[in-house]
């Protein structure tokens, strides 16, 4: 069965940072490219950042370029993503996602497997 199980979300001062962890088991994670999605309340899930597997290649939304670090650990299963500067509208529910292609992907739709998600909040 495979889980993926977000870690690390919390509630932090505008300007702050956070480091989330999906850690993930039931699958052959080195194969997998990996995401991260976010949804807001009322809004859409929205892309945030992906990973080849190999952790050569990455994909951001270009309003989080610059701010956020997406990057994994094979050896440990992990995929993590450093979030800096962090706003007020960063606020959403931040959701892992393994896709069985190589190459990382922007759409929802392609990803296979879903974390429950871990909750980001940030005050002004």
């Known amino acids: 069965q495979v889980q993926l199980v977000e870690s690390g979300g919390g509630l932090v001062q505008a300007g702050g940072s956070l480091r989330l962890s999906c850690a993930a088991s039931?699958?052959?994670?080195?194969?997998?490219?990996m995401g991260w999605f976010r949804q807001a309340p009322g809004k859409e899930r929205e892309f945030v950042a992906a990973?080849?597997?190999?952790?050569?290649?990455?994909y951001y939304t270009d309003s989080m370029k610059g701010r956020f670090s997406i990057s994994r650990d094979n050896a440990k299963n992990t995929v993590y993503l450093q979030m800096n500067s962090l706003k007020p509208e960063d606020t959403a529910v931040y959701s892992c996602?393994?896709?069985?292609?190589?190459?990382?992907?922007?759409?929802?739709?392609?990803?296979?497997?879903w974390g429950q998600g871990t909750q980001v909040t940030v005050s002004s």
């Open positions: 990973i080849s597997w190999s952790g050569s290649t990455t």
């Open positions: 996602a393994a896709d069985r292609g190589a190459y990382p992907s922007r759409r929802a739709y392609e990803y296979d497997y």
């Open positions: 039931g699958l052959t994670f080195s194969t997998y490219a």
